[in-house]
């Protein structure tokens, strides 16, 4: 009968391995959408000559939050978690960014208003 056919199908090892790279690429490529922002602010900071929020930026997306996603993400989901690390450790980042950039314009309204 056809449901007996359709019981002996088998997908191949390498063709779940393919399937699962696509989706892991994927979820890592979600991170490249968040990562420019990060990227810009720095080194927008250190041409306006504020090497400290660049500086924070640059260690915290290349190290600190790196490392510490890679470790939670992979205790929580596992194999899956090191592929979606990058993408927790950029939205980090970006918060950080976010609370860099509000710090550097509500100093820049004082010294406005100190004119």
Known sequence: ???DELGNIHISEEVLA???AAA???AYACSFLVLGYNIIFAGASTAMERPGPAFLISISRSLVLLA???LVMSALFGDW???TAPLVSELACLVLTALCA???IRQERRSAGGR
């Open 81 to 83: 978690g090191i592929w």
């Open 18 to 20: 393919a399937i699962s």
């Open 102 to 104: 509000l710090r550097w």
């Open 24 to 26: 892991a690429l994927r």
């Open 68 to 70: 510490a996603s890679l």
């Open 1 to 3: 009968s056809r449901s």
